[in-house]
Each structure stands twice: as structure tokens, then as C-alpha cells.
């Protein structure tokens, strides 16, 4: 064919550059630049230390969810049901406290069981009895709105024990004091975070290097470790000047990490991948597709249930009307996060700074006092560019 | 006979520099039933397409005259227009509208945009009582059967006021009795005036029903046989169809052939829609460690449903039948299974089927075999890296690495990373379903290399092709299929295409 002649038929590759992936840094970018442009139109109050608390505390849901639904939407799926289960999730865990006088963490646990259980009902119509998730999730949308409604009868249940409402919207105690009057752990987790990131950057550098795999040039190396290390010392900085590190920030790292790692290095992970890419491809190739499929919405039922528990928590109560549209901010978070409609495609990170977007949005519009309704319709807009962007940019490169 | 309704002369048409067609000269007679005969591949379809105007006037070379007038196609609109009606292999109906709605589909009984349902379904039963299929017009194309539906579409070419009409495998997918009546449709239409073109396999079907037959073989018309003649018989036919040099290259082979590793009895499959179909029919056969054998077969012959029904269950139901491995039976009822017990199924639609295109080389080869990779369930990377780089250089798939993303390979590279991710898999018996289709001429020769070699590493090799030239340079033994049934067992030194076609031709009794 005329495209092998073009092509060298090289037993040993010559060290090669990477092409950079446009789209991850497109999106950094495109975070870097609303900021800035935030941060101009408010004279500087979006970044103020109590901002950029608030900007986690209250988007950590959606983060959360996203988390959940890029794996979904990577598997060629879809949930439309998560606001409902984080309402559900939110009910259950506050009555649990406040009328069968469980402890905070036993209704925290019984909170993820119920978000668990949830993902084993969808997912057993979704993969064993082949109805599409669009259809099930739908149904479950409505079913777990209407079961929330009937446990709430009673109205708002408020007054949570404070061990539980720290989880959406306590710190970490000062326990190293302070200097210049900033929390020093907050200052320490920094340091130890930057510095691990850029160990991990090297070591991964290296095996590039020993197996002489495409890496990218030194210099946008550098830039891309400083600009991480300058980026997690300046979140440091602003939070150890309001009130240190929100537990749920902890939380959120720790759930990118892992799901980085099961999506990236497990074999799990990959069939999710095998199976977006190519259904019958992975099923050819003995994947266990019926079993990943309910997996998958297993897991985004108990990410659901974590993030019932945050909402409620930062809340301070459960109400019925929980969670309403969560489902589709965490599905813009996605596709801004330049998943593939098709499925296939798609990263946590990704998901996370697309939710980020959202976020930021979100505050920099409040600040500045924008209606809720211009605010909705700007949101719209953003999503619609974001995904017409990637269909041009692969337009363009000659994919499909 | 008086001048023919149909000439076509000397026809040529190049695919991006492969000829398809060349030189090919067809000359039908007013009101006969004219069959067209020829491998797969030969340019039946291609030849057909240029006359119905799906490749326009302009794109390929040669004249077509039409009822004594030259035409010049640009479309099937423009054909239609003129009574050149052309019924596929895959039927073209709206499962969900009516037969009536399906028949007028496009040509509407209308008046100012407004369908006149009477006119509609009087119509409609009349045409439904001209090819002889008792259904209320209403019915809804769904709830037939692929024979009902063809008996529809037929209809519809008639309501079109069909010259000449042309049926492109029409029996491939139908039951004996459905096939039946649609041969006798055929001649019942031939007493009306319509004249016919039948593009067949089946030489019996042939015999039974054309007046003429036209063999094509490498795009070239090699010659028209008068049916009615003395000379025309079955294995003249034949030998027009093959009488070809072996032109492929096969690199040379020592075999060295052990004990028996795989043997499958008694297989049976059924159609997974049709429930009346049996699409594989009790076939038994059995490989030996380090041969090769070739599966030979027709288009439609069931070929690919046998491997398929039998690696996991991936076609058909009511699968009846054992596979053994080594003298003992083994399970194969799910992929995973079949997987673990040594098998592999190369599949024939690599783009559809075999490979994740937006995945690179290296998600790819590693995708049967991850939990070789794998530990608790954590892939090994740089191991995997490392494979899939050794696959790289020992199968010479040419990529700038192992990282480039499969979907924008060469249709052969692709083959091969379909074939390394199966050899990765470590099986005992390989399938492979069409190895070198849509290949070009070099990468076919390194592909024949790497059956050799797999045959030379003692495991058990079987081979469906399409080309026999290529089942011929490759086999040791060769088994043929029709229509579900193997119809013949032929070792390498007895086998060539006169007596492959023979045994792939032969119809039930």
C-alpha cells in the first residue's frame, strides 16, 4: 500500500519525539485562560483564598461523578440517574443518623452499600438483560427521585453530627501551627505532593528513555514539571491562608489517583477501553463484556453514593431536591474533558479539569453576579465548543 | 433472435490502478434468463454495477446499448428510468413499513403529496398475486421470511415496469423451498417477457433455469454456453470458471505433520434469525499438529458461520455437535473458553470485528492474552511494551512504533497485528477466516511465511479462503463446503480447482 512506502520500516526506531497531545494541554490551557480572564473580570476576587476553598468544597460532586462517568461514557455508555442516587444516598445516610441514631461513619458506609446496590440493579438490566443504559438510567432517574421524595416526607432532615458535615466542608486540623500565619501542613502536603509529582515525572522520563519509547523534548518537560510544581505550591499557598486543606481535596486526590491507576496500568481498565474502542473486537478477544459492563455501573453507583455523602454533608442536611441535574454537569465535565462520544476515549484527568471548567465558570459568573439563567445558557455554549473543538481537530487530522 | 435487449462491449473499470473489469463483452437476449457464472472475485458484482449505473457513465471504458440505444447511466435513477432493475444480495426493504409501503417506496401512489392508500394496496395485490405471495398488503416486511421479502422487492422491480431485471445471488440465503419458488417465479416471468440476469453459484440452479450462461473469470468474459446445447454441462462450466495459472507466490515448505490435536464431529448450526436454516450441516473434520488445511467454499457456503459457531459460540444457536482437543472434548461455549483451551479465530472482517482502530499496535496484539501481562490484575507495561515490539520486528508490520494507532495502518499491517495478538495468545489451533483479503501481493507472501512457520512450530493451522489458487499453494489438505455440508476431502496432491469447484458446487441431492 502507498502509505508503507512513506513510512520507515525501521527494526530499531531512532529516539523520536512525541507529538503533543494537543487536546490534554488544549484543556490545561483553555482552565489556565479562564482563570486569568476570571480572575481580570473580578478585579481579582476569584482567586481570593476563600474563593478557592469554595470552588472545591463545591464542586468536589461533580468531580466525583465525573470520575464515575468517564469510565461509563469510555465504555460507550451513559448515567442519567446519578443526581436522583445522590439525592437517595443523601436521604438515607441523614435519616440513618438523625432517627436510627447510627454513627456518623456507620451511615457513611451504609451510604456507599446503598450507592453499591443501586449500580448492581442498573447494571444487571444494563449488561445482562441488554437494555441500553440511556433507557435504564432514565428509568432510574425517575425511580430514585420518586423513592427520595417518599422517604423525605417528613421534610428537610437537618442538624447532622459535625464529624460527618466535615467531610464536605471541614479542614484538616492545624497540627503543625502555622507560619506566617499559614497552616503549615497545608504547606507541607505541597511540598511532599510537588515533590512527588516531579519523582514521578522522572521515573517515568527514564523507562521512557531505557526503552526507548517517544518522549517529549527536555524543554516542554521542564516546563510542564515547573508549571505543576508552581500550581500545586499556589493552591497550597491560598488554602494555608484560609482554613488548610479541605478533607474533601484529600479525598478527591486520592480517588484520581486510583482511578488513574485502574484505568491506565489494570486489566480492567484496559478491557473498558478494548470495549469502547471496539465491542465486538473486545468480545472476540475474550473479554468478559457482560461482567465489565456491570462493573462499571456498580462503580459509578458507589462514586454516586460518595458524592450523595459529600453533597449532603457540605449541605448540612438532606433535601429532596438534592442533586437535581448533577448528571449533567458531571456529562459536560466529561466531554469538555475531550471524552469520545462514541465511547473509547476518554481520561480522568481529563474528566476532572473539565469539571474544573465548569467550576470556575460556575464561581467567576457568581462573582461577578451574572443571572442564574445567563449562567445555565454560557454553560451550554461552553460545552458546544468544546466538543465541536475536538470533532474539527480530528476533522483535521484525518480521523473519522 | 431478433436484436438483443441488452449489449455490453468490451467494459473495462480500474480500481485506483487494479483492473476490475477488462475487457468484458455480455450480450443478452430479449425475453431468456441469462446466468452470469464466476468465482468470488471474478467481477460479476462489479460488471453488474456498471450497468445499473451505480458506477456512472464515464467511469469505466466500453459501450452499453440498451434496447438498440446506447445508454449512458449516471445513477440507478437513470437505469431504473429505463427498465434496468437490479435486486442485491442484501436486501434494500424497510423492515417496519408495509409490503405495500416497500413496494412503492420512492414511487409513491400519490396525488399532490397525499398517498392514495387504495390505489396503494389494489396495486400492491396485484403485484403480490404476479410473483405468487399470499400476504395481505399490510403486513409488515419484518414479519416475512428472507424468501417473502424477495418475493417483495421483486414485486417492487415490477412496479417499476421492469425490462430487464437482475438478481444478484438470489438463493444465497434462502431454504430449498423458498429457492424453489423463486426459480419458478423466474420462469413464469420468462413466459411474461421479462428478461432476466441470475448471478449464481449454484451450477444446478443454473442448469434448471438459464438459457445462456456467461462465465467470467479475472475480469474477462471467457465465453457464453448455450444451456440448450450439447456441450453444456456441469463440469465444462466449471473448468471456464478456474482454467487459470497459479499466479501467487507461496514461499516453500518442508511439512512435517504429527498426531491429531483438534477434531470437531458432527457440527450443526442453525440460521440465528431464521430458525428454519441450517447454516452448518453435521460437519465433521479433523486437523493434525503442524498441517495446514484449507477450508474451500462459495460465498454463503457457511464457512465462516462453522468457525465462528465454534470459537465461543459467536454465531447462530441450537449449535449441536463436539470438538475435541487431542481425543478429549473441550468447551467452547464462550470466547474465554475457547481462549483457554488453545483456540484462534482470525476473523475475515478485521476493521469490524478484530481490531480496536483507535487503539495503537500495542493495546491491540496484547488484547487476547492481558492476563499474560498481567499481575493481581496490574498490567506489566514495559513488559507489554516489549512484546508488542518483538511482534513489531519478527512480523515486520511497518509503523513508526508500536504506539501508532492501528485504524491508520495498511490493510496488511493490520494483519498483521490481528495475527500477532493471537499468536501472543499461545493456541494450539489457529482459524484464520480470509488471512489475505484486501492484501496486496507482497504482504500476502509474508503472511503465507507466517502460516508456514506456525505449521513449522507443530500447531495446527486452518485456513478459509476464497482464493483457491491460495488454499492450493498452502494446504496440505483441503476440505470443501456447500451449503453447510463438507462436501469433499481432498489431500494436497490430489487437489486442484477443477475438482475443489466440483465438490463446492454440489447442490443437495
Excluded at chain 2, 478459509?464 to 492450493?472: A, F, G, N, R
Amino acid at each position: 500500500m502507498s502509505t508503507d512506502t512513506t513510512l520507515k520500516p525501521t527494526p530499531k526506531a531512532p529516539p523520536r519525539k512525541s507529538p503533543i497531545n494537543l487536546r490534554q494541554y488544549g484543556l490545561l490551557a483553555a482552565l489556565v485562560i479562564i482563570v486569568a480572564l476570571f480572575q481580570f473580570l473580578t478585579n481579582g476576587r476569584l482567586l481570593m483564598p476563600g474563593n478557592v476553598n469554595n470552588l472545591i468544597q463545591q464542586n468536589a460532586y461533580v468531580l466525583i461523578l465525573a470520575i464515575g462517568m468517564v469510565i461509563v461514557i469510555i465504555a460507550g455508555h451513559i448515567d442519567l440517574s446519578v443526581g436522583s442516587v445522590v439525592a437517595m444516598v443523601g436521604a438515607v445516610t441523614a435519616i440513618a443518623m438523625n432517627n436510627w441514631g447510627l454513627p456518623w461513619w456507620a451511615a457513611v458506609i451504609l451510604g456507599l452499600l446503598l450507592g453499591a446496590v443501586v449500580g448492581a440493579w442498573q447494571g444487571f438490566w444494563i449488561a445482562f438483560v441488554e437494555i441500553p443504559a440511556f433507557i435504564v438510567t432514565l428509568a432510574g432517574m425517575l425511580l430514585f427521585r420518586g423513592l427520595t421524595l417518599v422517604l423525605l416526607t417528613g421534610g428537610t432532615i437537618s442538624g447532622l453530627p459535625a464529624p460527618f458535615t466535615a467531610i464536605g466542608a471541614g479542614w484538616l486540623p492545624p497540627v503543625f501551627g502555622e507560619v506566617a500565619q499559614r497552616d503549615s501542613l497545608t504547606l507541607l502536603i505541597g511540598i511532599v505532593a510537588s515533590a512527588a509529582l516531579v519523582l514521578q515525572l522522572i521515573r517515568t522520563r527514564k523507562t521512557l528513555q531505557r526503552l526507548d519509547l517517544p518522549r517529549e523534548p527536555v524543554s516542554s518537560f521542564g516546563i510542564k514539571a515547573a508549571g505543576a510544581v508552581i500550581g500545586i505550591m499556589a493552591l497550597a499557598w491560598l488554602l494555608a491562608g484560609y482554613n488548610g486543606t479541605p478533607i474533601i481535596l484529600i479525598i478527591l486526590a486520592v480517588l484520581i489517583l486510583v482511578y488513574t491507576f485502574v484505568l491506565n496500568r489494570t486489566v480492567f481498565g484496559r478491557h473498558i477501553y478494548a470495549m469502547g474502542g471496539n465491542l465486538f473486537a473486545a468480545e472476540m478477544s475474550g473479554v468478559k463484556t457482560k461482567w465489565v459492563n456491570f462493573l462499571i455501573f456498580v462503580n459509578i453507583g458507589v462514586l454516586s453514593g460518595l458524592a450523595g455523602v459529600v453533597s449532603t454533608a457540605r449541605a448540612g442536611g438532606a433535601v429532596a431536591s438534592a442533586g437535581q441535574n448533577y448528571e449533567l454537569d458531571a456529562i459536560a465535565a466529561v466531554f469538555i474533558g475531550g471524552a469520545a462520544v462514541q465511547g473509547g476515549i476518554g481520561t480522568i484527568i481529563g474528566a476532572v479539569i473539565g469539571g474544573l471548567v465548569m467550576g470556575v465558570l460556575n464561581m467567576g459568573l457568581s462573582i461577578l453576579s451574572v443571572d442564574a439563567a445567563w449562567q445555565m445558557a454560557i454553560k451550554g455554549l461552553v460545552l458546544l465548543l468544546a466538543v465541536a473543538f475536538d470533532i474539527f481537530n480530528k476533522r483535521r487530522s484525518g480521523g473519522r | 433472435m431478433n436484436v438483443p435487449i441488452l449489449r455490453m462491449l468490451d467494459i473495462t473499470k480500474d480500481f485506483s490502478g487494479v483492473r476490475a473489469l477488462d475487457g468484458v463483452s455480455l450480450e443478452v437476449a430479449r425475453g431468456e434468463v441469462h446466468a452470469i457464472c464466476g468465482e468470488n472475485g471474478a467481477g460479476k458484482s462489479t460488471l453488474m454495477k456498471v450497468l445499473s449505473g451505480v458506477y456512472g457513465h464515464g467511469t469505466y471504458g466500453g459501450v452499453i446499448e440498451f434496447e438498440a440505444e446506447e445508454a449512458s447511466f449516471r445513477s440507478i435513477n437513470d437505469s431504473e428510468a429505463k427498465g434496468i432493475v437490479i435486486i442485491h444480495q442484501e436486501l434494500a426493504l424497510s423492515p417496519y413499513l408495509s409490503i405495500a409501503e416497500n413496494i412503492f417506496l420512492g414511487n409513491e401512489r400519490a396525488r399532490n403529496g397525499v398517498v392514495d392508500w387504495n390505489k396503494t394496496n389494489l396495486e400492491a395485490s396485484a403485484l403480490l398475486a404476479r410473483v405468487g405471495l399470499r400476504e395481505s398488503p399490510a403486513t409488515r416486511v419484518l414479519e416475512l421470511g428472507v424468501g417473502k421479502q424477495q418475493l417483495v422487492e421483486i414485486a417492487k422491480a415490477l412496479s417499476k415496469r421492469v425490462k430487464l431485471l437482475i438478481l444478484d445471488e438470489p438463493t444465497a440465503a434462502l431454504n430449498d423451498e423458498d429457492s424453489e419458488h423463486l426459480l419458478n417465479l423466474l420462469e413464469h416471468l420468462r413466459e411474461q417477457g421479462v428478461t432476466s440476469i441470475i448471478i449464481s453459484h449454484k451450477l444446478k440452479e443454473i442448469r434448471r433455469i438459464a438459457d445462456r450462461v456467461t462465465i467470467i473469470r479475472d475480469g474477462k468474459s471467457i465465453e457464453t454456453i448455450d444451456m440448450h446445447g450439447p456441450d453444456a454441462t456441469e463440469s465444462r462450466i466449471i473448468r471456464s470458471m478456474v482454467g487459470r495459472e497459479l499466479t501467487s507466490m507461496f514461499p516453500p515448505r518442508k511439512p512435517e505433520i504429527g498426531e491429531e490435536i483438534f477434531r470437531v464431529e458432527n457440527w450443526s448450526v442453525y440460521h440465528p434469525v431464521d430458525h428454519t436454516r441450517r447454516v452448518v450441516d453435521g460437519a465433521s473434520f479433523h486437523v493434525r499438529a503442524g498441517e495446514i488445511v484449507g477450508f474451500a467454499g462459495l460465498m454463503g457456503a457457511g464457512r465462516t458461520e462453522l468457525a465462528m459457531s465454534i470459537f465461543g459460540r459467536l454465531y447462530g444457536r441450537n449449535i449441536s455437535g463436539t470438538v475435541y482437543k487431542h481425543g478429549k472434548p473441550i468447551d467452547v461455549h464462550t470466547v474465554e473458553a475457547a481462549i483457554a483451551n488453545g483456540l484462534a479465530y482470525a476473523t475475515e472482517d478485521r476493521k469490524r470485528y478484530g481490531l480496536n482502530l483507535i487503539g495503537n499496535i500495542t493495546v491491540n496484539v496484547s488484547a487476547a492474552a492481558l492476563s499474560k501481562l498481567a499481575r493481581w490484575g496490574v498490567i506489566d507495561r514495559h513488559r507489554e511494551y516489549k512484546v508488542a515490539e518483538s511482534y513489531r520486528e519478527r512480523m515486520n508490520i511497518k509503523a513508526p512504533g508500536v504506539d501508532a494507532i492501528t485504524g491508520k495502518l495498511s490493510g496488511g499491517n493490520q494483519q498483521k497485528v490481528v495475527l500477532s495478538k493471537w499468536i501472543f495468545s499461545g493456541p494450539d489451533i489457529l482459524i484464520l477466516d480470509e488471512p489475505t483479503r484486501g492484501i496486496d501481493v507482497g504482504a500476502k507472501y509474508e503472511i503465507y511465511g507466517i502460516i508456514n512457520e506456525l505449521a513449522a512450530q507443530g500447531k495446527a493451522v486452518i485456513v478459509i479462503s476464497s482464493e483457491l489458487p491460495e488454499l492450493l499453494g498452502l494446504s496440505d489438505r483441503i476440505y470443501a463446503i456447500s451449503e453447510g455440508r463438507i462436501t469433499g476431502e481432498v489431500p494436497r496432491e490430489e487437489a486442484d480447482q477443477e475438482v475443489l469447484m466440483h465438490y463446492m458446487t454440489a447442490g443437495k441431492d
